[in-house]
């Protein structure tokens, strides 16, 4: 599975983005994938969660993003989207696509995409 993630950028505080994550391999691969997601890694810091997606629509994600960000998923273009509004300087990281297959923990990763946010 090879993910394609872009949308990132640079926004003032208060404003909007939202990345996309295509996902592409073989129709088997692409089935077999259960959660999809956005991680978010600062400088300096670990990797943290910022929203996931189950296949069957359940999503899931940390109070500091609750209310302002959503997560969604074409599942026809195999792609998922990650809307930012009320975007915060505390937002800015390099913004990582995630995919996960349960049944073996196998994780595929995008290469990141910048966000960051002006005060």
């Known amino acids: 599975v090879q993910l394609q993630a872009s949308g990132g950028g640079l926004v003032q505080a208060g404003g909007s983005l939202r990345l996309s994550c295509a996902a592409s391999g073989s129709i088997g691969s692409i089935n077999s994938i259960n959660i999809m997601g956005w991680y978010r890694q600062a400088p300096g810091e670990q990797r943290k969660l910022v929203a996931t997606?189950?296949?069957?629509?359940?999503?899931n994600s940390p109070a500091s993003v609750k209310g302002r960000f959503t997560i969604s998923r074409d599942y026809a273009k195999n792609t998922v989207y990650l809307q930012m509004n009320s975007l915060k300087p505390e937002d800015t990281a390099v913004y990582y696509c995630?995919?996960?297959?349960?049944?073996?923990?196998?994780?595929?990763w995008g290469k990141g995409t910048q966000v960051t946010v002006s005060s």
């Open positions: 997606i189950t296949k069957g629509g359940t999503t």
């Open positions: 995630n995919a996960r297959r349960v049944v073996n923990g196998i994780d595929y």
